[in-house]
């Protein structure tokens, strides 16, 4: 890999200082931006660490929200319970020493289309805060590998809405156990949300012709023989198109009979 | 180059680190800590396992200057200063829990950080735990019953494969 600086700030303040010069990035748990760096796929001038950052880490409960700070790790999300569905699935991603490092924040900042957290963060509603501003989930993922962050924007927290029953169901690629499809299907008060991840050519979206099946009928027989259009979905060497559009049906089924 | 302190196995231990050297890196090239062995480079095998403030993480994908202050366990402080291997070393030994042993660093450590966790997982506990930490030669079976005999559970339960 091409060398770097290397910066720890300690507080957000300054880790947004830091990312101020030319060709900064910042580093998060480092789970995928390493191997990236290590098939020189990215070349920083300067890496900004964001794990000193203490008021970034740990998950606190304001009303019926969950705020999860985005240096938060995925076991420590696993492992705090009060949305399952959300647990759930951090305790699913990868292994469990990537589950020590990875963290929510890099997760929902580098939008990989097979990811599990985007799902999550659109399915619930969730809002994504930043140093500067707080975006909507809807308004926030905005294609493969692409989001609404300025250069040098920094994801410091996500905020969950607890939901009535949600659930997460995922179809692992079993080498690198990223979605194939992954599916999050979340009942709320003001309605049903369903967030496909692993199967569209435009990263995570919602599936909305399920969403309005479910208004009526929140149960895995209004989905019977449904399936989004296989055009915009993910051909390669580990599903056709067609595959991945017909394991969205199956996955979000999967997910509607786990809810709650 | 910047300069790096952690605590290694108990004791203090510093060097030089580029931004980019990762803690697997440091500990074999600086510190000579070769046990920590580094199999894929990719985070998929797991032979790098350490611990790093208790937590089971993969050395090859983190950089050392993140270690910065932290507590970091490796294969060699396992056991004790005499040589006395701790259970779950003496463990894999009684059960064959390896062939080759590459992996075996990485399977020791991931074992020592599930135990802390979960003192007596089951077998279906100990393989999902597994899930990165390959292993070509053994076909897990004998590392599980391994792990299984070092919480201290029976193994003459587990069937042979």
Redesign the interface.
């Known amino acids: ?6 910066e ?1 700030p300690t507080s957000v303040a300054d880790a947004v200082k830091a990312l101020g010069q030319e060709e900064a990035q910042p ?1 998060a748990g ?2 995928t931006l ?2 990236t ?2 098939q020189r796929l990215a070349m920083p001038s ?2 900004v ?1 964001l ?1 000193g950052i203490s008021e970034m880490k740990g998950i606190t409960q304001e009303g019926r929200t969950l705020v999860v700070g985005a240096a938060t790790v995925h ?1 420590d999300v696993a492992a705090d319970g009060t949305i399952a569905a959300l647990s759930d699935l951090a305790g699913n991603i ?5 589950r ?2 990875g963290t929510i924040g890099g997760s929902v900042a580098n939008n990989d289309p097979s990811a599990c957290y985007p799902a999550a963060a659109l399915g619930l509603g969730a809002t994504i805060v930043t140093d500067r501003r707080e975006i909507a989930a809807d308004d926030f993922f905005t294609g493969m590998f692409e989001t609404a962050l300025d250069e040098g924007e920094i994801v410091t927290a996500v905020k969950f809405p607890q939901p009535e029953a949600a659930a997460y169901a995922k179809f692992e690629q079993p080498a690198s ?1 990223f979605a194939l499809v992954g599916v999050f299907v979340a009942r709320t008060g003001e309605g049903v949300r369903v967030a496909v991840t692993g199967a569209s050519e435009g990263g995570v979206f919602r599936w909305r012709e399920a969403e309005t099946a479910l208004a009526s009928d929140f149960s895995a027989g209004a989905l019977d023989g449904m399936a989004p259009e296989a055009d915009d979905m993910i051909s390669d060497l580990h599903g056709s198109a067609a595959y991945r559009a017909h394991l969205v049906g199956v996955m979000a089924r999967r997910a509607v009979a786990a809810a709650r | 180059m910047p300069q790096v302190s952690m605590t290694v196995n108990g004791k203090p231990a510093s060097g030089e680190a580029e931004g980019r050297t990762l803690l697997s890196q440091f500990l074999r090239e600086t510190l000579g800590l070769t046990g920590t062995h580094v199999g894929c480079d990719t985070s998929q095998c797991g032979a790098c396992v350490v611990h790093v403030d208790g937590k089971a993480v993969k050395a090859c994908t983190m950089f050392a200057l993140e270690a910065e202050g932290a507590d970091v366990a490796t294969i060699e402080g396992q056991a004790a200063p005499d040589g006395t291997l701790n259970p779950i070393q003496q463990a894999f030994q009684d059960h064959h829990g390896l062939q080759c042993g590459f992996c075996t660093p990485g399977m020791v450590m991931s074992a020592a950080a599930l135990l802390k966790e979960n003192p007596k997982p089951s077998e279906a506990e100990i393989r999902d735990y597994l899930e990165g930490n390959l292993c070509r030669c053994t076909g897990y079976h004998n590392i599980v019953k391994a792990i299984m005999a070092a919480s201290g559970q029976d193994v003459g339960a587990l069937a042979a494969e």
Do not use: T
């Open positions: 890999m091409y060398n770097f600086e290397f720890r580093l480092g789970q390493i191997p760096l290590k300067k890496l660490s794990s076991a990868g292994d469990p020493a990537v020590n490092r156990r």
